[in-house]
């Protein structure tokens, strides 16, 4: 069985659709040390802000402003909850060996379950995905609110679950109410957290024959426009904007590269600008105002989907599934730890 090591976080766009996601991650038969059995991440606008795992058993806040929250009764609770679904996964795994009728090897069960909520038009939507060994497995169809089998495999479990039609119900006022409340609660807690913060102004270029990189970022909040000026015109030629990204401290990046030929911005004046808030700041092109080649990291590369900070082990289909399945969903874990089928059961 072949693996996939790699670290966490990569860029995704920050717009006004709000994403408050869950990950939990069941690993069986890895042998490698430092690598959990059983992790669970909760992403806020794909910002981890909280990490558990099987080998520290504690729940941790990943953001200096959710270390209040995590002083409240309820991260306990919280904390306890991932103990009880460590011990679900690693049950879970061992039924659907059986199930599939594996002996051995890697294998990996996956839940991805939470929320996107759009703060223009308050519209929300929720969503609850597993998978088995990087393969769809079953969904929930929030709304419709029935389980969808991919796999033979997973009709038994389907049918369980489809029986208890009283915590389809309590699901399906969970990702419409209870999720989006809890989303909000802690882009609140977010905001409360910063103060507002100017860019960090940046000319960059990998080598002299390379486009010039504006680049703007550690700026709070997320509203800024950067513009190249040609001898005091706006000048929207050979530009390319980027998206305005988040960073993993929760401030933000944006870019604007100028692709003009060197012979003329060398006997022309570019001015980059640079808009946020109430500040203006300027940065002319010439040849000592630009750094080359080291590009600022902070925030810059940031890979998939969860568990920031720790390295991990995925057998190469499940991360293919993140891949694949990745959408801004979201979620916390309001529910009682007795709650078995809101707790992963397989069987």
Known sequence: MKFIIFFIYIPFV??????????????????????????????????QIDYYDSITMELIPKQDWMKEFASKDMWKEDNDIRQYVQL???????????????????????????????DKTEVSQG?????YDGKDFISLGVKERRYTESVPQASPTVQKWSDNKAQLGHLKLYYEHECVYWLIYFLKLRKAGFKRRAPEVSLLQKHPSSPVECYATDFYPSGVTITWLKNGVDHNEDVEHGD????????FQKSATLYAPLDDWMTNQYVCEVEHMTETIRKILTDNEIKSNNRPTKGYFKPIFCMMGVLIVLVIGAVVWIIKKKKPVGGYNPLSIEDDTYIDKTD
């Open 14 to 47: 920050y717009s006004e659709l709000h994403s408050f996601m869950t990950t939990y991650t069941g690993i069986r038969g890895q042998t490698i040390a430092g690598i959990p059995e059983f992790s669970a991440v909760t992403t806020l606008d794909d910002q």
């Open 88 to 118: 679900v996964y690693k049950n879970n795994i061992d039924v659907l060996m059986q199930r599939f009728n594996q002996s051995h090897g890697v294998h990996t069960y996956q839940r991805v379950y939470g929320c996107v909520w759009d």
């Open 127 to 131: 969503f609850d995905l597993y998978a």
């Open 244 to 251: 305005t990204l988040i960073n993993e401290d929760g401030t």
